[in-house]
Structure formats: C-alpha cells, structure tokens
C-alpha cells in the first residue's frame, strides 16, 4: 500500500495511473496533510475509474471518519486504536486497520473488529524481526508494517510473516508529486507487482 502524504489534489490523475502501470491497488491518502480532504475526493474519483481501491489515513475520531467516507474512502487506517472509529466501521462494512504496536493493543483491535493490524512503527521496535516475533502468538491475524518499510526490506517483512506492508516517502516523494515526476515514482514501483493480490484477498475489498 502506498501512502501518499502531501499528494498535491490536481495531481491525482497523475497518481492514478503511475499505480495503475505498476499494478499497485492500493493508495492511502493521510488526513492530517495540507488538501488532504480533496486530495482524497479526487483520488478517489479516480480510483473508480481505473480500479484503484483509495483510503484515508491518520482517522483520528469520527469528524476524520465522517470526512473520510464523505470522500469516498474505501478502507480506514489510523495511527492507534480509537474504538469508535473501528465499530463504525464494522457498522458500515468499512475495512479498518488501526495502528498498534504492542500484543495488548494488537489482541485488543483484534477484538473490536478491525480487518487487520497496522503494526506502527515496525522499524523502531525491531522491523521484520518483530513481526516475526508477533506471529508466534498472533498466527491468524492480518499485519501489515508499517514506518520505515523500503524495497530492500520488503521480502523479509514477507518471510517474517507479514500479510501486506505500507510504504511512503521512499516510494511517493513529496517534490516529485508536486512536480508531477511520475515517471521517477514509477521506476520506485519496480518491486510492487507480485505482493499485490494477496492483500486484496486478506482485506476482502471489492476489486
């Protein structure tokens, strides 16, 4: 999943199809960014036309929530647990993947609902090593890493475990969305296209 943090709201077009050419589904756009509200209704917009599944990120309470599906957002991610925000979700149908780090917090989204764990920030507490760790006694739930995952770690996320992984400013630069380098961001993409697949099957969103 990638995470576009700064996506200026003209360029999603440019977005769009830079995810499309490299086989990446799956975009999420940070709420606590400059545009960001329509930053996202624009990606959004354009996801339904090319099959790019879009959500928000940093859904904090419900006026972020409200904002979020107000937007067209297809699947909710937060920094930790808010159990309100997760319930709605659930209420609505809305895949939810709140951020925990510790197995307390990660039994604890489990139990509200949420479709997977955003375990956050994984490079700070071990990187793939945790998530190797976790998945002792975590077996069957969803993870995905997140905070600092670059392509040349991504395999051992996925041989330690995890189901899907996030990345951002390595892959998606700030300067080059402004500038509507795409090219230069898909070249960053190289490595995306064959992890892709199993993460729509694990959030169960429809393609």
């Given at each position: ?11 999603a077009s440019g977005c769009a199809e830079t995810c499309v050419i490299t086989k990446l589904k799956y975009i999420e756009v940070p709420l606590n960014t400059e545009n960001a509200a329509k930053a ?168």
């Amino acid at each position: 999943m990638g995470i576009v943090r700064g996506l200026p709201p003209e360029q999603a077009s440019g977005c769009a199809e830079t995810c499309v050419i490299t086989k990446l589904k799956y975009i999420e756009v940070p709420l606590n960014t400059e545009n960001a509200a329509k930053a996202l209704k624009n990606l959004c917009e354009e996801g339904e036309k090319n099959n790019l599944i879009v959500g928000a990120g940093t859904v904090l309470n419900e006026e972020d929530l409200k904002i979020a599906i107000d937007c067209g957002a297809k699947f909710i991610l937060s920094t930790g647990i808010n159990p309100v925000v997760v319930e709605k979700c659930v209420e609505k149908n809305i895949p939810c993947i709140p951020g925990a780090i510790t197995p307390t917090e990660i039994m604890l989204a489990h139990r509200l609902g949420a479709a997977a764990i955003k375990v956050f920030p994984v490079s700070s507490m071990g990187g793939a090593q945790y998530i190797k760790e976790l998945r002792g006694p975590f077996k069957d739930i969803p993870l995905l890493a997140c905070g600092g995952v670059r392509a040349e770690t991504v395999m051992d996320y996925f041989n330690s475990g995890c189901d899907f992984v996030a990345f951002g400013a390595s892959v998606f630069p700030v300067a080059d969305m402004r500038t509507g380098n795409w090219q230069s961001i898909e070249r960053n993409l190289w490595w995306v296209r064959k992890f892709d697949e199993k993460a729509i099957r694990m959030l169960q969103v429809p393609q």
